[in-house]
């Protein structure tokens, strides 16, 4: 079955840098578009950015946009973000889910604080 395990969320300062890692199987994750989620405490979902299979399609929600990265790894079945200039507004839970299903990770924590 479908599995995706986040990782790399934790506390960062504002200003700081993190990297969510999403570890896949269950499906051919070369052929997926994929993406991040986030859900801010008391907010509904939100999709941060997604990458289409061969890369040449990627989008990434206005507020992000400069700040954080998506990538993936076709060979190892792993999807990236690599977020920096991290602000307060951007504390959520994170999401690895596919775009097709909607299937998603358990989720990693994203807290930005000083």
């Known amino acids: 079955q479908v599995q995706l395990v986040e990782s790399g969320g934790g506390l960062v300062q504002p200003g700081g840098s993190l990297t969510l890692s999403c570890a896949t199987s269950?499906?051919?994750?070369?052929?997926?578009?994929m993406g991040w989620l986030r859900q801010a405490p008391g907010k509904g979902l939100e999709w941060v950015s997604q990458?289409?299979?061969?890369?040449?399609?990627?989008y990434y929600t206005p507020s992000v946009k400069g700040r954080f990265t998506i990538s993936r790894d076709n060979a190892k079945s792993t999807l990236y973000l690599q977020m920096n200039s991290l602000r307060p507004e951007d504390t959520a839970v994170y999401y690895c889910?596919?775009?097709?299903?909607?299937?998603r990770g358990q989720g990693t924590q994203v807290t930005v604080s000083s």
């Open positions: 990458i289409g299979a061969s890369t040449d399609y990627i």
């Open positions: 269950g499906f051919t994750f070369s052929s997926a578009t």
């Open positions: 889910a596919k775009t097709d299903s909607g299937a």
